[in-house]
């Protein structure tokens, strides 16, 4: 296992993908890898990339890769694909359209199926971004389908979160999720070669100055076309110019200090959550008190109360 | 913990028959595996890469255009040279059988599945090889 | 309902009151596509049939009985072996060794390389050079391959997709080295890249590109080869990579009307370039849906022919055929079984009214097939056409209440099918949509299951095993010299030939291709120069961009 971190630091591609199946995994060494690992992050630079099914956002990653490698910055792309509900068994397609940087050592490529894992699918993006971020990764791809809320969490973690529409097949602007449009930083309306490229653009525009965003960003609107590559280098200028906007204006502290402290709170609420599932079930350290309930002895309220009181010395009481 | 098998379905070669590869790859997901699939035309380096990348447990190599007898030892070298000849290579197609018992004794496939294979069968045999 | 109808009406309702008592075998009644089919048919399963209508007579519109008035009395379907591996030379041989035995046509097989555009040196080429067909890098391979062969004397069938414009006029080039006109030229390209996006997955460019170098070859060919066929619509690999017959049929109908679709939209008029498309369907194992389908075949398209596209040329309203047995049915196990399946196949491809036919070697589903083994495949049609007496009658099925039921509806479901891709705004779209590679996975896997669970039973795989069976064939093996040696002839004729003509004639391909000019003159134009077709086809990449599978399960 140190070796594992070791060999990730001096840049061991299979080190970095064992260490993401273990945390992928929740496997009980994960937090004192995290822990030696967490020194070396902090420094790439991570983009969302969201959409509905089919707007084309592997081809827009595997495109933006190709740009960003022209700099000759080291890429990391994680592709989130859903997990069967059924088997708990996933097909994870997405390198098929990614196939070109397959064997570029500036690239690596790894897919992962939601699992509906114990840690939450954002906690596990979250680190396996780490994980790459320590490797070396200037900048990081993380491909979500924007349809759970779990995906949508992922994308309050990234830097930039690219929304990716088409223009046709029902990518109405009415039947977007609100939840996405309100996480964009830039939107991309791939496949541009398509009718009705001007009034998608349109529509999101009116959008934007019916409901202006906080702050002086105001998310552009971008076309590209991966089968020519058109746009891509425009697309690619606008991340780094957003970049120099959140990270440069003393904005960049501030940005930081809210995604870590959102972080440390998902954190805090899993544990204390799965502290009060474990006291309360059965054989639980706080299992008596249902009984207490039951019997109307005591009502819920006050059984809060007496439990906090015991855990947390009543720090936490809300009242 | 929560432990799940990955496997990399690959189709190397230039043919486009990849019925197998699909039904193979639809199959080991619905006995609950993580498959990632490559798609078409992979060289033995991509196949070789992407297995790395993915951390997988098994690469299955779906070969019906003659040439599995350059591509499995190919595709074993690179694993060895990049120390992760701990990665299973098994693999299908058409394969007759003395090129079948070569690449099995030359230590280039673990396993292969002619067909007619259930589908049982190889997720069986991939359960009962990988050490969850 | 007449007081006919009633009569049979009674009869069967009392039939089927004492059938009811008799118990059925433990298994699915329904044809190898999953349709349930009934126990018995009766005139009511007809009642909305009419003769005149819906069959008329052979060489009659619609077409149901047959394409030729005489069909199979005035001409037996052509015998057509789809053979070629190795080099060039090794080709010839194999095909002047077939038309000594009697084979009436050629039917050319390319190696991988070839067929994906790439040529013998480059590294993506490796181990597959000549594999499973022959290794086509320039004309001087072309011209080998057809050595002492007249072309004005055969016709000649080409597998060949997505770079099929180059071989095509490779073809073209021979035959003026030979001194025979294009116009004399007769055969097939196949040409036909939809279904590749759909099914055969040997793609090179994107579709709209390649739909306009279709359209190229249309409008050259009916000015300067006007006896080639084009396009052979194929629905053979659609079957081969799982679908049903019904999607089988409905798929290559709507790949044949978004070529005419692409043909009229490209200024020509239909009866220009509809007679020379052509058909290339499966004869799966289903003897009765099988014939029921070609049968469909020909009928949908004639009408939709006449009716929508307003073709008033009787040629372009007829559906003519090849048909090749399907190599899925094949089994590893028992080889020597396929010789039993692929008779049957044969025979309903024959009583379905084919053009041509190529039966499968028993040892195709191991390796290439052996000599031995092609030349039983090709007495099984022999046999087939003077001995079994079914090339007797024409279309002798017609009138069974349950080929005509089956037939009518294979029709009700590739028009649910035009539907639901007209509504998806036609091919291209679907198959951007991945509709049709979704379809046909579905039915793959379905399938599967039910052999693999034995609710389908399939001999020597999944019951009448023989134990411990080990195959004792003899399996034609390649030699790999054969690589290098195609590999130092290219080298060669790189170094040897005018590579300043060859430059020349490459920049007048790409300005062609980026503009609007038909390219088919300029691609003649590299052929004549010796260029590669890989060097051609790189011209082409860079203007058309390349084509990325998208992943469908």
Redesign the interface.
Known sequence: MKDYVEKLLSGDRRSAARLITLIENDAPEKQALLHRLYPHTGRAHVVGVTGSPGAGKSSLVDALTGQIRNEGLKVGIIAVDPTSPFSGGALLGDRIRMQEHTTDRGVFIRSMGTRGCLGGLAQATRDAVKVLDAYGCDVILVETVGVGQSELDIMHHADTTLVVLNPGAGDHIQTIKAGIMEIADIFVINKADLDGVEKLVRDIRAMLDSSPRAGDWRPPVLTTSTLDGRGIPELWATIKTHREKIFNNGTRSAVKRKRIQRELTEILQRRINRLITQGLDAGGRFEPVLEEILARRMDPYRAADEIIKQSWKGELSDE | MSRKIRVLVAKPGLDGHDRGARVIARGLRDAGMEVIYTGLHQTPEQVVEAAIQEDVDVIGLSILSGAHMTLFPRICELLKENNAEDIMVVGGGTIPEDEIKALKEGGWAKELFTPGTPLEKIVEWIQENVRV | MSERQKEIKDGLDRWRETRGRMADRDCRFETVSSLPVNDLYTPLDLTDFDYMRDLGFPGDYPYTRGVQGNMYRGRLWTMRQFAGFATASDSNRRYKYLLEKGQTGLSVAFD??T??G?DSDH??????VG??GVAIDSLQDMETLFDGIPLDQVSTSMTINAPASIIWCMYIATGEKQGVPSEKLTGTIQNDILK?YIA???WIF?PEPSMRLITDIFAYACRHVPKWNTVSISGYHIR???STAAQELAFTLADGFAYVEAGIAAGLDVDEFAPRLSFFFNAHIDFFEEIAKYRAARRIWARRMKEKYGAKNPKSWLLRFHTQTAG?SL???QPENNIVRTAYEAMGAVLGGTQSLHTNSMDE????PTEKAVQIALRTQQILAHETGVANVIDPLAGSYYVEALTSKMEAEAERYFEEIEKRGGVLAAID??FFQQEI?DA??HY??A??SRQRI?VG??EFVNPGE??DIE?LK?DPQIEKDQVARLQKLRRERDNIRVRETLDALRRACAGTENAIPRILDCVRAYATEGEMIQVMREVF?EY??????
Request: proline share 8%.
């Open positions: 991988m390389p067929i994906m790439y590294p993506r080429a490796l181990g597959e594999r499973v590749e055969q997955k040997s994107p081969e990579a799982g899925c089994t590893a196990q589903v191991l390796a290439l949509q991945n996975a793959a896997y599967q299951r052999i693999d399939q795989v999944n080990t195959v399996i390649i961009g990325k599978e998208k992943p469908t399960f």
